[in-house]
């Protein structure tokens, strides 16, 4: 069946720098790829998404790149702040009649001070 | 806009008793998913409804069952509560399915101990 990695499970970068998660999908009918970040006791919030007519989407120090080709997608994040330490989730939806609605398996972002 | 809200927060129950979950979606939308989130792991789909009927549900057994009422809120139920069911429940809504590009707005989850 369908599916999505994400990579790495868990990523630790030092404050300032830069943070990179990445996705690959199975399914080619797949058309919107949202990104969410769950913080401790909360449930998973949207930060950023991309439909797939678009290559590449940023807001601020966020942004998410798409290679339908390829089929995968990534989050990267500039300039980090402690405020982004999170688990961060990807998503491959397919909008139709039967929507499908696939999740990652999530990464857990920690930035060292 | 008020968001997704889950009630209640937490929750304490004993093996074999049954457990309902509440869930308000936002204003105007249609669809609601339920999915469930055991401690350090990811987001393990339950049931989606939509116009008040389910859609589909995922790889869980029948013990787990819900609806959607016709103002769009919904309940999850949960029969015959085992210690593997401790978990953070998560209700997620959306506009009607088939909109494009319509994401999926999460509430902060109840979560469920069984003990």
Redesign the interface.
Known sequence: GENVEQHPSTLSVQEGDSAVIKCTYSDSAS??F?W?KQEL??????II?I?SNVGEKKDQRIAVTLNKTAKHFSLHITETQPEDSAVY?C?AIT?????K?I????TRLSIRP | EAGVTQSPTHLIKTRGQQVTLRCSPISGHTSVYWYQQALGLGLQFLLWYDEGEERNRGNFPPRFSGRQFPNYSSELNVNALELEDSALYLCASSLATGSRGSPLHFGNGTRLTVT
């Open positions: 058309n919107y949202p969410y006791g909360k449930g998973p919030q949207l998404d439909r989730f998503a909008y139709s009649s039967a929507s609605i999740f990652g398996s999530g």
